[in-house]
């Protein structure tokens, strides 16, 4: 792809979900997997996943499947997770530490390289391997490191500032955990991870 | 409606985010609230939540907006939520003891009514104002107690035949925590809380 804009997002949403699956699928030493197999574990059609990785180059030969080492590479590159990210995170209740010490980031492209509150009991204890520092220290902290992606596990009445907080010190992409809409600027990205949503979206189906 | 069989799943996953949007909006004392005004608060076009909204019946009146209450009760309604759903969580980690501990559920339609682990060391421990029960029991006292929700904050290895344990007792949704695709039956949904899926989706962008 030159363009980055040419894939549609509804497609990039799902190539983290391909990945994951490849890479469970190199774990369990496969070397080559067909669609018909991918759609089995994910709940893709065979079809809708032969058109999405094609956007990305003729990885898949007919009858052997797609090669999974070097279409993890490919994805992983598109998705710009050769590399790992720092992530700031704000907010260290009981979730923050849940994330603070979630082993999950590290093997997928993010490290969480710094936590704030600004709860004066928690500044200066223990957060996973990292120290709490004062929220009033994030916006300078974070912009000398650099860091473009946030993280926020603050109550909702405290998102919408911190988001601006974060915005301010240069984060472009916000993983928001707290049960609120925020307002962000076009250049920012935010995705949501409140609970209540995807179970709300199943009692639906529920009698 | 009268089936819920007409109303697609795309429309029905935006429910629980208007929904959210409309009781942040009583909060603030609003009555009504145009489409326009949420359409800026949600970045979803008006014209959009137009259409969704009108699925549900004439609740919009062209100058006035949706009277918020009454929009409030019919999405809860249809959401299955204007009673509390029991559910039952598996592993108490660090992740599993926030999620016991977490308060956004209570006025959201659940409520975690018991909590799993097959780790001697959390069996009979507190996790949150429950009691941390043998997972070896979950399939007797999930089936007795009728709970059809679960949620699933185990490690990857152990999700699946979690998975299997809750089908057999006769949940009918489960929330994933683990990051890895789940096989179940035709009749169960499954959806998913990975933090690395939305935080790949949004390193896509970056540059």
Redesign the interface.
Known sequence: MSS?EKIPHVV??R???Y???LE?ARQEGLTCISSQELS????ISAAQIRKDLSMFGEYGKQGRGYPIAALIEALRR????DRV?D?VLVGV???G???A??K??AN???RIAMAFDKDPERIGTQAGDLVVEDVRLLARRVQEAAI??G?IATP?AAAQEVANLLVFAGV??I?NYA???L?VPDDV?V????????????????A
Chains 1, 2 share one sequence.
């Open positions: 980055r990039v949403s190539l983290p979900i990945l994951r699956a469970h089995e574990r994910l709940g598109h998705l710009h997770i990210w992530v209740g009981d979730l530490h849940a994330l010490r979630y999950g980031f997928r492209g993010f473009k992606i993280m909702a472009k992409a993983l049960p609120i809409h307002t990205r995705e949501y991870l409140d609970p209540v949503i995807p179970l709300q979206r199943m009692t639906y189906y529920l």
